[in-house]
């Protein structure tokens, strides 16, 4: 086994950096163990170099300028969103508002339509004691001879 080795990404050695493509001390002190050179080709892919070492490179960034238009798309829809949140937060509050108010007026009504039920029914009762007293008198009147059409004789 060699004592260097080189990898499709950068590594860091204590306080040393190798960027992708450079040699890296294996094993002893400073070096990487056979187990961590594993983990990293299993993780970034076996080392090809030359014009295939750049090619990751130039995938990320286009992933990542993608990735970056699409965050910027995000974003303003976000805002849109919050906007638009805002809004119906505003018809909501107006709405919640005016649905006091015509609890207010339903109270108010249904309170008026209780007295106006009582009221009509103290004058029912008013009405069927006239209606009685009528009849009572009309009786009377019958009674005493006047021909029961309320003439007097």
Do not use: C, I, Y
């Amino acid at each position: 086994m060699s004592k260097t080795h080189r990898f499709n990404t950068t590594v860091s050695l204590g306080a040393k950096s190798f960027p992708p493509g450079a040699d890296v001390p294996l094993g002893g002190k400073n070096g990487l163990s056979p187990e961590e050179v594993s983990k990293l080709e299993n993780e970034f892919g076996v080392w090809k170099g030359g014009e295939n070492a750049a090619r990751p490179d130039r995938q990320a960034a286009l992933v990542n300028a993608a990735l970056e238009k699409e965050a910027e798309m995000l974003a303003h829809r976000v805002e849109e969103q919050q906007k638009k949140l805002v809004e119906t937060a505003g018809e909501r509050d107006a709405l919640a508002s005016e649905k006091t108010a015509l609890a207010a007026r339903v109270e108010e009504l249904e309170r008026l339509h209780s007295e106006a039920s009582a009221e009509r029914d103290a004058f029912a009762e008013d009405n069927q004691l006239l209606a009685d007293r009528v009849k009572e008198l009309e009786a009377a009147t019958a009674g005493e001879g006047g021909g029961g059409n309320g003439e007097k004789a």
